[in-house]
């Protein structure tokens, strides 16, 4: 009968997180809000000795495998995680929460929010001298039509001219 010593067990070596070289870089896609163990994290633990071959290992990983460079059977089963965290990341949906996205998709969120309030400040500012303009064309046709109703003969030409000069304005800048 052969007794199976702590020595003769292989240490589970996690699995490596081949991230796909067409996204940006792991460390700005991984959603780390989520790196956490409350009821939304993620099942595993994320070792970053290598920064540059990460690997993933289960929360409920045993240390121990039957096979040398094999995870075992619970860190086996994060490869469906790390997956479904590169579909999301590839193609996220436009009501998908922050904590599952990464740094690079929440630069990417607030640029496009950021570009957005620049358009609506443009379209405020466009749309408020057009009132301004309006405004002005009332308080032109209110002091006419008071010089008129009181039959003041001066004023009426006063507001006249300056309706004229504004035409006349209007009319060399469309003239090519």
């Given amino acids: 009968m052969h007794s199976h010593s702590l020595k003769d067990d292989i240490v589970c070596p ?24 409350g009821p939304d994290g993620l099942p595993f633990t994320i070792d970053i000795t290598v920064p540059r071959l990460p690997r993933a290992r289960s929360k409920l990983c045993t240390h121990v495998t039957i096979w040398e460079l094999y995870p075992c059977e619970e860190c086996g089963e994060i490869y469906a995680h790390i997956y479904c965290l590169v579909d999301i990341t590839r193609s996220p949906k436009a009501h998908t929460n922050y904590q599952y996205l990464g740094l690079a998709h929440m630069r990417d969120t607030v640029t496009k929010h950021a570009n957005q309030v620049n358009q609506l400040k443009l379209q405020t500012c466009n749309d408020s001298r057009r009132y301004m303009y309006a405004l002005t ?19 009426i030409h006063q507001v006249i001219n300056k309706l004229e000069d504004a035409l006349e304005g209007a009319y060399r800048l469309v003239q090519p």
């Avoid at 996690?14 to 163990?37: K, V």
């Avoid at 064309?137 to 004023?155: G, K, V």
């Fill in 14 to 37: 996690g699995i490596p997180i081949n991230w796909p070289e067409d996204l940006h870089s792991f460390y700005m896609c991984f959603p780390w809000a989520r790196y956490n163990d």
């Fill in 137 to 155: 064309q009332l308080d032109d046709y209110n002091r006419l039509l008071m010089a008129i109703s009181e039959n003041d003969i001066p004023r």
